[in-house]
C-alpha cells in the first residue's frame, strides 16, 4: 500500500498521528478533524498533541455542529441551540478551541475561514513551516445542519465590523479604513476594542505572534462573543519555537544505542521480565 493518508478510530487522530510523526519523522503528518471529534472523545488526545508539541498539523474544521452524525449539537455550538440531540436548546457553555489550544500551550495556534481562500492558504503555509504542533482551527459552514453559522464573518458588509485580521508586526486595526482598534484597559488589562482617534492611536497594540507569553494571545482569542461573532481574531495568534516531542525522542534513541548498544527483542522476550499466563 502507498497511501497519501488513512482514516483513524473517532477522537483519536492525534494519537495515531503521534505515533507516526515520531516514528517517521520524514513524513508531513497532518491531522484532519472536526470541533466534534476532536473536542469531546478526542479531547484528552488533542491537548497532550499540544503540549508534548510533536511535529503534525491539525486542521480543525469547526461548523459548530455535528454534520456526520446529522445535527446534533457540538462543544463549539452556542448557547441556546436547537438541534436534533438539544431539542429546548443547548444548555453547555461552548469552547473556544483557540484559547484551548493556548491553554495547552501549543506552539503554532491559528484560525481561518474556509471560504476565505488566500487567507488559509497564507495560514496553511505557515503552519506546514512551524516546527512542532500546529493547530489551525477553520470556520466550515454546514449547508445542511447549521447554515448561516458563520454568515457575519463571510458578508463582505458585516465582515468589516466582525473581523480582526492580525498581522504580526502590524498595529491590530479593523473597520472600514482602519477605524476600530484594539487596546489594553490600563485598570484591568484586558484588551478591548475602540474607535480609533488621535489621542489614542498610540495606545493600539501591535500584534506580537513571536511573544514567548501567551497571555495577549488569549485575550485576544477571547474578544469574540460566541453568539454574534464581533470581533474575531483570524491569522496566526501565536508562533513561538520550543523542543519538538519527535526529535527528543529520536536523540534519547540514539543516546541509548551508543551507550548500551541495539537492542535484541528476541532476548527480550525470552528474558526474566516475562512470564506465561496458563488458563
Known sequence: MNPYGMHSIH?????????????????????????????????NHLIHALRRNVNLKILLFNNRIYGLTKGQYSPTSEVGKITKSTPMGSLDAPFNPVSLALGAE??????????????????????AAHPGTALVEIYQNCNIFN??????LKDRQSAQDAVIRLE?????????????????????????????????ETDVLVHDAHAASPTTAFALSRLADPDTLHHTPIGVLRSVERPVYDTLMADQLDTAVEQHGKGDLAALLAGGDTWTVVG
Open 106 to 127: 501549543a506552539s503554532f495556534v491559528a484560525r481561518t475561514v474556509d471560504s476565505d481562500r488566500k487567507h488559509l492558504t497564507d495560514v496553511l503555509r505557515q503552519a
Open 168 to 200: 504580526h508586526g502590524q498595529p491590530i486595526r479593523f473597520g472600514t479604513d482602519g477605524a476600530r482598534g484594539v487596546v489594553r484597559d490600563r485598570q484591568t488589562g484586558d484588551l478591548r476594542v475602540v474607535t480609533v482617534t488621535p489621542q489614542n
Open 11 to 43: 477522537g483519536r487522530a492525534p494519537a495515531i498521528a503521534t505515533g507516526l510523526a515520531a516514528s517517521r519523522r520524514d513524513l508531513s503528518v497532518w491531522v484532519v478533524t472536526g470541533d466534534g471529534d476532536a473536542l469531546s472523545i478526542g479531547g
Open 147 to 152: 447554515d448561516g453559522a458563520f454568515e457575519a
